[in-house]
């Protein structure tokens, strides 16, 4: 016991309340059945990355430079699904603080198992072709491929700066905020890893979309079924909150469902040529990146989708001009505290 603490449970019959946030007392309250019904789902369809078809897997059949190409695609992914364990278990961790119902705190347990599942994808598949355990050390074997690791440095310094704002941002905000963030990235990742299993000839990737996508579709109506029972009453500061957000998402996610804007990633001159010259090439080698015009199609389609949801509670949609949307004009976004996630 703390040299600080006094003793007090023989001065009372009962102790006072826990000051709070804290995540006591608890308590098993459920209340919202579609999440019992999701987190049935996510017992069912858990998935292990290390049990897919990697036999069927053989490096040798891709030159280096498609290797380094597809590779630095699950670095990019990485970015986000790299952070996404974290980001999801300091949101699970708040989902025990504000006393949620006990099948919200499992299903972001299982959202938190699922991404870990994710980065865990992109690692295996990144050791594998680089046959090296980090993008940023291994030896790059073409001019490509130097160009490329040079490309992943920066992503990875971008990503640091999204960490820290994400570490500000939660506690400063309700749990509605976050789901919303939240949903814009599961939205978008659904459709590109539905899109990317059609395409793709490799076996091992294309069961591994297929898994994925399968996951973030689940994540996706967790976010909608709270959605559905907390915006009907969501607080008027909240609802300017969820606009900034939004654009912030948009601005943040761009890097891995479109192009990285600069008013969030600070990257070289040469950054999204090097980029685009990779993709081209992971194309022709089978593995399927929806080329510039079908990822701003499938970012519009998306934004649209999710300016469906927040249209239903009144929540203005900011505009979106990279992708052809009008809306609310957000001005001062702040990108040192972003909550999006992929």
């Not at 990355?49 to 030159?63: C, E, G, I, Q, T």
Request: glycine share 4%.
């Amino acid at each position: 016991m703390s040299k600080d603490y006094a003793p007090i449970a023989n001065t009372m019959e009962l102790p006072p309340a826990t000051p709070q946030p804290n995540v006591y007392p608890l308590s098993w309250v459920s209340q919202t059945k579609k999440l019992e019904e999701v987190y049935a789902a996510a017992q069912r369809e858990n998935w292990d990355p290390a049990k897919l078809p990697w036999d069927s897997f053989d490096v040798s059949r891709y030159s280096w430079e498609e290797r380094e190409a597809i590779a630095y695609w699950w670095t990019i992914l990485s970015v986000f699904d790299a952070s996404a364990p974290p980001v999801f278990a300091h949101a699970l961790i708040k989902t025990y603080e504000v006393h949620e119902e006990d099948p919200v705190r499992r299903c972001f347990f299982s959202v938190t198992r699922d991404e870990q599942n994710h980065e865990q994808m992109c690692g295996l598949a990144i050791t594998k072709l680089l046959e090296a355990d980090s993008p940023l050390t291994y030896e790059p074997k073409t001019d490509l491929g130097r160009r490329l690791q040079k490309n992943a440095h920066w992503l990875y310094y971008n990503g640091g700066r999204y960490w820290d704002g994400y570490k500000k941002a939660v506690p400063k905000y309700s749990l509605a905020v976050l789901f919303s963030s939240f949903l814009m990235g599961e939205i978008a990742a659904a459709t590109i890893f539905h899109q990317m299993a059609a395409g793709c000839t490799e076996p091992v990737f294309k069961e591994a979309f297929r898994n994925i996508g399968r996951d973030e579709g689940r994540h996706m109506a967790i976010c909608m079924s709270v959605m559905e029972r907390d915006y009907p009453h969501l607080a008027v500061e909240d609802k300017s909150v969820i606009t900034k957000q939004i654009r912030a998402g948009y601005l943040f996610l761009s890097a891995v469902l479109f192009e990285p804007p600069p008013q969030f990633w600070d990257l070289p001159d040469d950054f999204i040529a090097t980029q685009r010259e990779a993709e081209a090439i992971a194309r022709n080698a089978g593995f399927h990146i929806p080329d510039y015009e079908a990822k701003k199609e499938n970012w519009r389609n998306a934004m649209l989708n999710l300016k469906g949801v927040l249209d239903r509670y009144g929540i203005p949609f900011p505009a979106i001009p990279e992708v052809g949307i009008t809306g609310e004009e957000v001005r001062d976004v702040d990108m040192d505290e972003i909550i999006p996630v992929f």
